[in-house]
């Protein structure tokens, strides 16, 4: 089973629509995660955290589960600049090093 | 804004050849990072670094190595490039914790004929 899993889309929306990303992860010890946004031929760029209790920011709303070991990242009102690749990422501190685990990703394409 | 400079954008190098990708980051980030990411795949740990001349290996480290010599710049060695080192290599750094994400640089597209 991979460390983080995302469902890789494409998820082909219209202007205004709401989407939900969605992703699992298998180490229950993970205390970090986070949303990247990967736009093409580009590097990853951090969107936003994911705190315990859900987070917002503007029309970005991140939400985590830990008993379920699930993080969901909506986006309200879409641009057609949203249009990337949104990598679901979360901590590993196994080893005694903490790094990054990185999803897929899963990709967003907005159309007018 | 933390910066995490790659020292080239594109590269093309014929199978074989020892091949030195540099990054360098300019907020005393004590941690620094090499991946490459391939389609479907996602972004792959090669190695990463805690401190000067320590190093830790990734998920995927054979095949490469790296040197940390300053605390601001971290190497990655292609000792014998091949065909199936072809990949999008990028270069990130974190403080010591990590908690608050990485930085990454722009990337190295290499190709190797």
């Known amino acids: 089973r991979k460390e983080v899993e995302q469902d890789p889309g494409p998820f082909n929306v219209p202007e205004g629509a709401t989407v939900a990303f969605n992703c699992t992860y298998s180490n229950s010890a993970s205390q970090s995660f986070f949303w990247y946004r990967q736009d093409c031929r580009k590097e990853p760029k951090l969107l936003m955290s994911?705190?315990?209790s859900g987070n917002e920011d503007g029309r970005f709303t991140a939400q985590l589960n830990r008993a379920s070991q699930y993080i969901s990242l909506l986006i309200r009102d879409s641009k057609l600049s949203d249009s990337a690749t949104y990598l679901c990422?979360?901590?590993?501190?196994?080893?005694?090093?903490?790094?990054?685990?990185f999803g897929a990703g899963t990709r967003l394409a907005v159309h007018p | 804004d933390v910066k995490v400079t790659q020292s080239s954008r594109y590269l093309v190098k014929r199978t074989g050849e020892k091949v030195f990708l540099e990054c360098v980051q300019d907020?005393?980030?004590?941690?620094m990072f090499w991946y490459r990411q391939d389609p479907g795949l996602g972004l792959r740990l090669i190695y990463f670094s805690y401190d000067v001349k320590m190093k830790e290996k990734g998920d995927i480290p054979e095949g490469y190595s790296v040197s940390r010599e300053k605390k601001e710049r971290f190497s990655l060695i292609l000792e014998s490039a091949s065909t199936n080192q072809t990949s999008m290599y990028l270069c990130a750094s974190s403080p010591w914790t990590g908690y608050y994400g990485y930085t990454f640089g722009s990337g190295t597209r290499l190709t190797v004929v």
């Open positions: 990422v979360v901590n590993d501190d196994s080893g005694g090093y903490n790094k990054l685990i």
């Open positions: 994911v705190y315990s």
């Open positions: 907020m005393d980030h004590e941690n």
